[in-house]
């Protein structure tokens, strides 16, 4: 199995794996199975459109619009978070 998403895969969060406000330490982690994982705002921002109807595809149009950039470079990054994610079972994808 590959871990690279395809442009029409529609990652989301499984079962258990959440996004919430830490209010202990300030800030947004990602919530796992006896694990929280800080998230910096670029982590915020690529999760923040991880809903489970969003394309790859689209969550990199989004951003790319967001921040002005280049949706290629965007691309690039998006596709190392998620698929990172992915390998440690914290994201699924529809295809």
């Known amino acids: 199995m590959t871990l690279a998403l395809a442009p029409t ?4 969060l499984p ?3 959440r ?3 830490d209010k202990v330490r300030g800030g947004t982690v990602l919530l796992c199975p006896e694990k929280a ?7 915020e921002a690529i999760l923040s459109r991880v809903d489970g ?6 969550i990199v149009a989004g951003l790319a619009e967001a921040y002005d950039a280049p949706a290629e470079q965007i691309a ?5 978070f998620l698929a ?3 390998a440690r ?3 699924a994808v529809h295809p």
Do not use: N, W
Not at 9 to 12: E, M, T
Not at 53 to 58: D, G, T, V
């Open 37 to 43: 994982i800080a998230l910096d705002t670029i982590g």
């Open 15 to 17: 079962r258990g794996v």
């Open 9 to 12: 895969d529609r990652p989301y």
């Open 84 to 86: 990172g994610l992915r």
């Open 53 to 58: 109807s969003a394309s790859f595809k689209e």
């Open 76 to 80: 690039g990054d998006v596709q190392r």
């Open 89 to 91: 079972m914290y994201l």
């Open 19 to 21: 996004m919430i406000t």
